[in-house]
Structure formats: C-alpha cells, structure tokens
C-alpha cells in the first residue's frame, strides 16, 4: 500500500545547529510533497511544497529537498531555535491525500 | 478573523449517541476537508467537499456523514458514536480541488471523547 513514513522518534538538536528531517515514501510516485509544523493542540500550518521535477526548495531558514530516486524527501531548518521545537509533518497529495506520522523536533537551548 | 473556524473545540459524549461538528471557513476557498487524528497522532484524510460536491470518501463507516450547506460551511455528522470515534477531528479548505501546488490551511480542531 502507499505509505509515507518519517522517523516517529523524537529529534534533539542543539540550538544553532541544523536539524535534519526525513520523509520516505514507498508503493507510489507523488508529484508533489508538502511540509506542516504541528504545534500541541494545535492544527497542522502549511510550511513548504516541493514539486518532483524540483530538486531543491527554500524559505527562509528552512530547506527542502526532493530525490525521486531514493524516493525521499529532506526538510531542513538551519540555525535552530526553541522555538522551532514542534512536530513536522509531511504530505503527499496527488493522487492520494497521506500523511505522515510527523517527526517531534527538540532544539535544546 | 479566524481562518478556518470549528466547533465545538472539545466534545465528551456517551456511546450510542448522535453529534455534529461544524466547520466554516472565510478565505474563499472552493475545497474542504474532514480529517481524524487518532491517538497515534496519523492523520487520515476522511472526505472533500470542492464547491458542496463530495469530491473525496475514503473508506469512513457510514455513520459520518458529511454536510456541505454551501462552500464556505462543511459539517461532519457522526451516528451511534462508538469508543474508537474518540478523536481529534481537523476540518481544512484550499483554493481549488486537487492538493497539488495548493496549501491547506487547517482549524484548531475539535477533540471528540466517546465514553
């Protein structure tokens, strides 16, 4: 079956550094992956998409990349701050709406 | 000037009982969404709604049952509630049908307890 997986545990990082999350999907080709922070009692907030053909996106702090031959997608956050501490979800939407389990992101001061 | 509002934001029910939970939501969009965040945090699209048409059903027990008064409104209806409903339910809304390129912009949600 279609499955997007991301490593469930929970990342620590030191503040200042760079965290690193993984999105690995199997059984399908998305045409598109989408990045969500989710805060505690909070609903999922749009981050980042990134289309196949595209190798590499940017916003701001945060970085993600999509290799359609590891069937992976990275999603970086440079210079790490508390404040960035939330799990992050990825999403694959075409042709299926699915989610991943999220990543929860610690950066420790 | 909430985006996507829902409510109620908690709701504690008895087993067997009939409840709603309604969603609105001011961007304009065309496309909305039901969504259920069980404990294990996965979140599993339930249905869309692109302009009050269903667009999207997955595999959801018939006792949810989906209300689109008109674009801006999507209601979830859910009959002869059992434990395993408990839940947080997220409604969402897009510009257009079709996830791609387009964001979804998600309510606070609403926690479903099923006693």
């Known amino acids: 079956s279609q499955k997007i997986e991301q490593n469930s545990e929970a990342l620590n990082i030191q503040e200042g550094k760079t965290a690193t999350l993984t999105c690995n999907y199997t059984?399908?080709?998305?045409?598109?992956l989408q990045w969500y922070r989710q805060d505690p009692g909070r609903g999922p907030v749009f981050l980042l998409l990134?289309?196949?053909?595209?190798k590499e996106k940017r916003k701001e702090r945060l970085k993600v990349t999509f290799d359609t031959t590891l069937k992976q997608s990275l999603f970086h956050i440079t210079a790490s701050q508390p404040a960035d501490s939330a799990t992050y979800l990825c999403?694959?939407?075409?042709?299926?709406?699915?989610f991943g389990k999220g990543t929860r992101l610690h950066i420790l001061p | 000037d909430t985006a996507v509002s829902q409510t109620p934001k908690y709701l504690v029910t008895q087993m067997g009982n009939d409840k709603s939970i309604k969603c609105e939501q001011n961007?304009?969009?065309?496309?909305m969404y039901w969504y259920k965040q069980d404990s294990k945090k996965f979140l599993k699209i339930m249905f869309s709604?692109?302009?009050?048409?269903?667009?999207i059903n997955e595999t959801v027990p018939n006792r949810f049952s989906p209300k689109s008064p008109d674009k801006a409104h999507l209601n979830l209806h859910i009959n002869s509630l059992e434990l395993g409903d408990s839940a947080v339910y997220f409604c969402?809304?897009?510009?257009?049908?079709?996830?791609?390129?387009?964001?979804?912009?998600f309510g606070p949600g609403t926690r479903l307890t099923v006693l």
């Open positions: 969402a809304s897009s510009p257009r049908a079709g996830l791609a390129g387009y964001e979804q912009f």
């Open positions: 999403a694959s939407v075409d042709p299926k709406i699915i």
């Open positions: 990134i289309r196949e053909n595209e």
């Open positions: 961007l304009g969009h065309d496309t």
């Open positions: 059984n399908y080709s998305p045409a598109y």
């Open positions: 709604y692109n302009n009050k048409e269903l667009i």
